[in-house]
């Protein structure tokens, strides 16, 4: 089976063109190479996919028929992604928010509710 069909029947991917984009951008890679779309993949090969700043790791059990529904995704695969990548995630959603302080720049549409709020409280 070719990786991108695979990795959109085990749910990784919404759409097989997002998982051949993610191949050709070198985001995917099996056993520690980067790969084009049309690469087959067979069971026991290790596969890394970067997806939202995140290095999903997995092993490959089987091969998929079609695409298969969440809760029997863990037939097919072996998850062995470290902690450590979700942790980075928490924090990188943290510091995102943090990233305009209050009163720079443009104002938000939440700001200039805040403010229309303001002036009709005084009128």
Request: proline share 6%.
């Amino acid at each position: 089976m070719r990786i991108d069909k695979y990795l959109w029947c085990v749910r990784y991917y919404k759409t097989r063109s997002l998982a051949t984009t993610a191949c050709k951008k070198g985001h995917i890679k099996v056993n520690g190479d980067p790969v084009k779309p049309s690469r087959d993949v067979f069971p026991t090969d290790e596969v890394q996919v970067r997806k939202d700043q995140v290095n999903y790791t997995f092993t490959i059990n089987d091969l998929p028929p079609n695409r298969v529904g969440a809760k029997l995704v863990d037939i097919y695969r072996v998850d062995t992604t470290p902690k450590e990548a979700f942790e980075a995630q928490e924090l990188l959603k943290y510091s995102k928010d943090y990233y305009r302080k209050k009163g720079t720049g443009r104002p938000t549409k939440k700001d200039r509710r805040d403010i229309d709020d303001y002036q009709e409280e005084i009128e």
